[in-house]
């Protein structure tokens, strides 16, 4: 199985996805120029070795989305939605500044859309 790993950067989050491992972690600022660059790996890594993950709480901490990035993670999600559906144990830890009601907000409207758990999870 493959794993896609991607550093952090100033506009573009730390991606780390290993589903032999059950990893699925993507934190930091997502506010690229061209959000296909970050987030198109991702919805194949998804298309192709993440469809075997399974037993994962997938953990995801923006510190900022931009609006086309929030369509990308919403796909993301959607894409991990759907291995849940087929029966995959996975979860999704939404972890926010505690101070950010805005991403809080967010990690809830797409809670409430989608079937897969999500956990949140203020941090400092």
Same mark, same amino acid.
């Given at each position: ?18 589903a032999d491992l ?12 061209? #959000?296909?660059?970050? /987030?198109?790996?991702?919805? *194949?890594? @998804?298309?192709?070795? $993440? &469809? ?11 510190r900022y989305l931009?609006?086309?990035?929030h369509h990308k ?18 979860? #999704?830890?939404?972890? /926010?500044?505690?101070?950010? *009601?805005? @991403?809080?907000?967010? $990690? &809830? ?16």
């Open positions: 199985m493959g794993y896609l790993k991607f550093e952090a950067t100033e506009d573009c989050p730390e991606i780390l996805l290993d059950s990893i699925f972690q993507i934190t930091g600022n997502s506010t690229p120029e061209d #959000v296909n660059v970050v /987030y198109k790996p991702v919805e *194949d890594w @998804m298309e192709s070795d $993440g &469809l075997n993950l399974d037993n994962c709480q997938c953990k995801l901490f923006f931009s609006t086309s990035s993670v919403f796909n993301v999600l959607r894409k991990l939605n759907d291995r849940f559906n087929e029966g995959k144990k996975l979860s #999704v830890e939404w972890a /926010y500044e505690n101070i950010d *009601d805005d @991403m809080l907000r967010l $990690g &809830l409207d797409f809670a409430s859309i989608l079937e897969i758990p999500f956990e949140f999870s203020p941090r400092k």
